[in-house]
């Protein structure tokens, strides 16, 4: 009877532990994972763009609709005054910032150094050119810039390049506004359609990003010199909007100097014709560094175009590259498994990008994305799931022995300097000791645990592997005096999943110290004196 108290105590005591992890796991996504396009509706309304829309709740934004000017006569009569796409930008900005609001959210690491020049950029009217290596967040920021834009503008309706209801720039606007004045119809354009981008390549065209002649306008009798039968490309039609180019010097030249005319002329030249089209736009590009500074990549009257040119970096400590990866990182909801990184996992991780990023055997020219950190801690995470599945275990942790799995999430994603396969494997090997060494040596000194190290003279032996049971771990924690003080640096858990991880992570730090060794039998490592 006592005995099977006993075991009903210990059964409770275990299912604490794992509810403990649990509610560690589950808490984790809250601290900042939310995804940005998510969170900024919510918290990214600039104060004044309720000067002309009131309300934002469901009730409000029924007589939002009801009361919204439909005709440029109304709209005169409510007041409206529509501004330009900078000084829209620049006054919703500021206000922001006089709000102590956060501009760019989920985007970490930049508060002291990108975040600043794009909002004096913003600030001073200035276009913009990111540049740097891939994988640093340029994307998401050029995209967050569509948050600084009013929730809705006036546009005449049906027009194709979003018209200003006061004064239109195109043929077909201009005619319907002397035809019907006041009693023109207007539409409202929401901010996200107001943003347009292209990733540029070589085989990019005019008809893409300007326009070309309508066939079908053509056809129907009108003349080639008529601005009435272009069929306006990516650019036009994002007209009073945020248009940005990826890859800029990928560009054709032919493609830069029609551009550097539309943004410096308010000129379009479609076959032959010339237009002029004075579109008000922002525009955005990005281009990695080197591309952009070699030598006749980029046409120098487009290069002095744009105002601000914004370096953009990877993270610079390992805790903001540990902050991405949590905040990016792909979970599943609805496993009955529970998993749970230990923070020295997500440590390693984040240490073997910081030294691929200083490797000279791997491009610097292509950079080493956060992506790399992220997948490879996507990729832990699934092995050890499956780890957790085969030996029915209920916690996935993930240990040192899943790191040889990163080898599939970092080579597609970084460029080495050389071209032998073989060598892929052994330079992410070694970063991946050199990581561990690091990290390691971060949370212990190697002299302290000299205890543990004595116990291996005389021809004791640890096993170990990516499939070795948690609890065979506990059991060696047990037996090896001073492991489990030491584990205990790392973690309060007595969960077995834990401890195993652990346990794993002090053998490999002493044999990566050179106090242990350590040998591969038959998919085991064995560690040993
Ligand atoms: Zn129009």
């Not at 440590?347 to 950079?367: C, F, M, N, W, Y």
């Not at 584990?487 to 050179?514: C, Q, W």
Request: a neutral charge.
């Amino acid at each position: 009877m006592e005995l099977l108290n006993n075991l009903i105590l210990i059964f409770r005591r275990k299912k604490k532990e794992i509810k403990g992890v649990r509610k560690q796991v589950s808490s984790a996504p809250e601290e900042g994972s939310t995804h940005p396009a998510g969170k900024s509706e919510q918290n990214n309304n600039p104060d004044n763009i309720r000067r002309n829309e009131p309300g934002k709740e469901n009730k409000e934004s029924i007589n939002k609709v009801q009361n919204k000017p439909k005709t440029v006569g109304e709209l005169r009569a409510s007041g409206y005054r529509p501004v330009s796409i900078r000084e829209e930008m620049r006054r919703n900005i500021i206000s922001m910032i006089k709000g102590n609001k956060k501009i760019f959210p989920g985007i970490i690491g930049y508060d002291e150094t990108v975040i600043p020049q794009v909002e004096n950029a913003i600030i001073s009217g200035q276009d913009i050119i990111f540049l740097g290596e891939r994988g640093q967040a340029k994307s998401r920021i050029m995209r967050l810039l569509v948050e600084l834009l009013d929730e809705e503008i006036p546009v005449i309706k049906g027009c194709e390049i979003n018209d200003n209801p006061f004064s239109p720039i195109c043929k077909s606007c201009r005619e319907i506004v002397a035809r019907d004045g006041d009693a023109t119809e207007i539409s409202w354009l929401s901010r996200k359609d107001r943003y347009g981008e292209k990733l540029a390549t070589p085989d990019t065209t005019i008809a893409d990003l300007i326009g070309d002649v309508d066939p079908i306008k053509v056809a129907e009798g009108r003349y080639l010199s008529d601005e009435l039968t272009i069929h306006y490309g990516l650019i036009p039609r994002t007209n009073r909007g945020i248009f940005c180019i990826n890859e800029l010097p990928d560009l054709a030249e032919r493609l830069q100097v029609g551009l550097f005319n539309l943004m410096e002329e308010s000129d379009i030249q479609i076959k032959g014709y010339r237009i002029r089209l004075p579109l008000d736009i922002f525009l955005v590009a990005s281009a990695n560094p080197e591309d952009y500074t070699s030598r006749g990549r980029i046409i120098t009257p487009l290069k002095d175009r744009y105002g601000a040119q914004i370096r953009t970096h990877y993270p610079v400590t390992i805790k903001d590259e540990v902050t991405i990866v949590e905040q990016e990182w792909q979970r599943f909801s609805g496993d009955e498994l529970e998993y749970y990184v230990p923070d020295y996992i997500k440590e390693v991780i984040a240490e073997i990008t910081h030294l691929a990023r200083k490797s000279p055997d791997i491009s610097q020219r292509s950079g080493v994305s956060v992506r790399v950190s992220i997948a490879n801690q996507e990729t832990v995470v699934a092995n050890a799931i499956r780890r957790a599945i085969t030996l029915g275990e209920k916690l996935a942790v993930p240990r040192i022995s899943d790191l040889g799995y990163i080898l599939a999430s970092t080579t597609g994603k970084v460029e080495m300097e050389s071209f032998e396969d073989t060598d892929e494997e052994k330079i992410v090997g070694d970063l991946t000791r050199k990581a561990v060494l690091g990290v390691f040596n971060r949370h212990y000194q190697p002299g302290e645990l000299e205890d543990i190290v004595q116990q291996f003279n005389g021809g004791f032996s640890v096993e170990t592997s990516e499939t070795t049971s948690a609890r065979s771990y506990v059991r060696n924690m047990k037996e090896i005096r001073g492991m489990a003080k030491a584990v205990r640096v790392m973690t309060d858990s007595e969960t077995p999943e834990i401890v195993a991880s652990i346990v794993e992570f002090i053998l490999e730090g002493l044999h990566l110290n050179k106090r242990l060794n350590k040998s591969r039998v038959q998919g085991k490592t064995v560690y040993k004196r």
